[in-house]
Nanobody, 125 residues
């Protein structure tokens, strides 16, 4: 069964870092686009970034430019989101998802077919 499981979230102070993981099972992650989304309390879900099957970054939100990076570990069938210089506005539940395609669908969350359960990130003093 296709499954995505996020982990690595938690409480961090402003300026700190977290590394989120998205572990895939039931398919080979390297052939699929993987997007990261987040949803802050009371706000709409928003796209963070998306990596295509080619490892090209096809979407990169302005709000995280220069602070967040994405990478794959093929041996672990896992995608990582490295978050640095965290700000309070980065707070939210972070989800990984795939449109079940080699290519990303930008920040259109409705186009992503499979989702993880989410991992919460709280940036606070």
């Amino acid at each position: 069964q296709v499954q995505l499981v996020e982990s690595g979230g938690g409480l961090v102070q402003p300026g700190g870092s977290l590394r989120l993981s998205c572990a895939a099972s039931g398919f080979t992650l390297t052939s699929k686009a993987i997007g990261w989304f987040r949803q802050a309390p009371g706000k709409e879900r928003e796209g963070v970034l998306c990596i295509a099957g080619s490892d090209e970054i096809e979407y990169y939100a302005d709000s995280v430019q220069g602070r967040f990076t994405i990478s794959r570990d093929n041996a672990k069938n896992t995608v990582f989101l490295q978050m640095n210089s965290l700000k309070p506005e980065d707070t939210g539940v972070y989800y990984c998802a795939t449109p079940w395609s080699y290519y990303c669908s930008g920040d259109a969350f409705y186009a992503y077919e499979y989702w993880g359960q989410g991992t919460p990130v709280t940036v606070s003093s």
